[in-house]
């Protein structure tokens, strides 16, 4: 079948926020409670189908551990899509929001679509939804709470984006 639109996604965020358990989630349906931090980068294909046409999304899933930050920056060129995640328990993670958005900014396009997301929704927060809507609404761009391990607003995510790109 002919695919209407191919559209590179890259998800970035500190290490253990959840990147991998939201692809996951979304590729596969499923939630591995023991999940290998990433090395590097990994590359995931799913195809959507996204108001009757077909859609496919090349995701790139980052490592968010320090020490991979330099191989990272070579992997923004061409996105279409950036999604950075923070983890909702965890303030640090949303405080580096900032430093992500920052460097997506000196190596992706300049109308490359940004999503924020704040992921484990399941769990007991430490950054409220409206602290957290409101730094999206300060950088301009949608936020999104989420649970890898629950299954909540994950797919939202990605039909978002989708659609969004479609209509650009
Ligand atoms: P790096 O690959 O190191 O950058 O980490 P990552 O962002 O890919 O995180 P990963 O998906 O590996 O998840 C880290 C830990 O958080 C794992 O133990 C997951 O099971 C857990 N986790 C991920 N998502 C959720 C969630 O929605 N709720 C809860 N409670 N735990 C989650
Ligand atoms: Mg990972």
Redesign the pocket.
């Known amino acids: 079948s002919d695919v209407n639109f191919k559209f590179k996604i890259v998800i970035v ?10 692809i ?1 989630r979304f590729v596969s349906h499923e ?8 090395v590097g980068v990994d590359f995931i294909v799913q195809n959507l189908t996204v108001d009757g046409l077909s859609v496919k999304l090349q995701i790139w ?5 320090e020490r991979f930050r330099t191989i990272i920056t070579g992997y923004y060129r061409g996105a279409d899509a950036v999604i950075f ?1 923070f ?1 909702k328990t965890l303030r640090d993670t949303f405080d580096h929001i900032d430093e992500w958005v920052y460097e997506v900014s000196q190596y992706a396009a300049e109308d490359v679509l940004r999503i924020l997301v704040g ?5 007991q927060a430490d950054v409220s939804v409206s602290e957290a809507q409101n730094k999206a609404n300060l950088i301009g761009i949608q936020y999104i709470d ?5 299954d909540i607003n994950v797919s939202c995510i990605f039909y978002s984006i989708a659609r969004e790109l479609i209509n650009k």
């Open positions: 965020g500190d290490s253990s926020v959840g990147k991998s358990s939201i996951r939630f591995p409670e023991v999940l290998k931090s990433t899933d980052t490592a968010g551990q995640v983890d992921n484990k929704s399941d769990m989420t649970s890898a391990k629950s």
